[in-house]
């Protein structure tokens, strides 16, 4: 039988999540109430660039760690690899969201909410 109280696991999902929602719920209200700043535009490219770039570490890092947890056979090293993958799909998420504060596309942000989910699907966090 599977035991449903809530762990350390899922309370760091739950404040990863909480977190990215919020800074998505304030850039959404900023945005909606026209007191969103914009940034500098020469700057912009730079940003994506690093968006760009974290996208592609953090799904790298993804794969590697994927790959190194179907081996693992320490619930401590499952834990371990799981917070680093949730890491890197919280990450990708803050940047999307930074992103869309600071130019008012959440063009960024939405597909980095979807990728920190799939982290917490492929990274289960404990193994019963």
């Known amino acids: 039988m599977r035991d449903h109280r809530m762990g350390p696991s899922h309370a760091i999902r739950f404040a990863m999540m909480l977190g990215v929602l919020l ?3 304030v850039t959404w209200f900023l945005r909606q109430s026209g007191e969103g ?13 690093i968006a760009r770039g974290l996208w592609v570490l953090a799904i790298a890092g993804c794969i590697g760690l994927f790959g190194v947890l ?3 056979t320490s619930p401590a090293r499952v834990s371990q690899l799981s917070i680093i993958g949730w890491a890197l799909g919280e990450s990708v998420a803050l940047l999307g969201g930074v992103v869309w504060f600071v130019t008012g596309s959440p063009a ?8 920190l989910l799939l982290t917490f699907v492929a990274f289960p966090g404990r193994r019963s």
Do not use: A, E, I, K
């Open 23 to 25: 800074f998505g719920g």
């Open 37 to 49: 700043d914009t940034m500098d535009q020469s700057l912009l490219p730079s940003l994506l660039w």
């Open 70 to 72: 179907r081996n693992t």
């Open 108 to 115: 960024w942000y939405l597909p980095g909410v979807v990728f």
